[in-house]
Antibody
Framework: QVQLQQWGAGLLKPSETLSLTCAVY????????WSWIRQPPGKGLEWIGE???????NYNPSLKSRVTISVDTSKNQFSLKLSSVTAADTAVYYC????????????????WGKGTTVTVSS | DIQMTQSPSSLSASVGDRVTITCRAS??????LAWFQQKPGKAPKSLIY???SLQSGVPSKFSGSGSGTDFTLTISSLQPEDFATYYC?????????FGPGTKVDIK
């Protein structure tokens, strides 16, 4: 059964770069899209972006100028970098797997990591 | 971006009640809609994809329906473990967007 384990720095100062990594255990890495989603305290979910094993990415335009998602297929890992963080980037960050819906090329999220709390404070 | 709305934003219900949550997309998304359950301090859990298909291991008391712009999630008989916040999400187009959530709590 696939599991996602994520880690990264939990406390950042404004203007620093957020860096998180998610490792995939117990399942195939290819054939899926690997996603990042965040949730500010007490608020809803915001999709950040995704990458597949070939390195093809899709980003949320609201964050695109600051986001880089990369993949390391040799380790079955993918990573998120978010530059120039502010207090508004304080959130729980989740990684998730998106799998292809049968019969088409639309991908839905089915497995989630446990989340990493990131706080931006001076 | 496709805007997702949910109603109600919260509801109070009793164990055994039938509960229905509505999700609406700002434009047609065919059946490319998923539902997630989130409990406090936990990651979201996938319940339904393709508007009405149950994720593996999800009990059949959960059901989804709809197509186009209007969708529903129904819990047939609410149990204590079902008190949570429920989110819909469209995967028809980028960026993926979520509804604001519906909090289900105990009456």
């Amino acid at each position: 059964q696939v599991q996602l384990q994520q880690w990264g720095a939990g406390l950042l100062k404004p203007s620093e770069t957020l860096s998180l990594t998610c490792a995939v255990y117990g399942g195939s890495f290819s054939g899926y899209y690997w996603s990042w989603i965040r949730q500010p305290p007490g608020k809803g979910l915001e999709w950040i972006g995704e990458i597949n094993h070939s390195g093809s990415t899709n980003y949320n335009p609201s964050l695109k100028s600051r986001v880089t998602i990369s993949v390391d297929t040799s380790k079955n890992q993918f990573s998120l970098k978010l530059s120039s963080v502010t207090a508004a980037d304080t959130a729980v960050y989740y990684c998730a797997r998106a799998r292809r819906q049968r019969g088409n090329y639309y991908y839905y999220m089915d497995v989630w990591g446990k989340g990493t709390t990131v706080t931006v404070s001076s | 971006d496709i805007q997702m709305t949910q109603s109600p934003s919260s509801l109070s219900a009793s164990v055994g009640d039938r509960v229905t949550i509505t999700c609406r997309a700002s434009q047609g998304i065919s059946n490319y809609l998923a539902w997630f359950q989130q409990k406090p301090g936990k990651a979201p859990k996938s319940l339904i994809y393709a508007a009405s298909s149950l994720q593996s291991g999800v009990p059949s008391k959960f059901s989804g329906s709809g197509s186009g712009t209007d969708f529903t999630l129904t819990i047939s008989s609410l149990q204590p473990e079902d008190f949570a916040t429920y989110y819909c999400q469209q995967y028809n187009s980028y960026p993926r967007t979520f509804g604001p959530g519906t909090k289900v709590d105990i009456k």
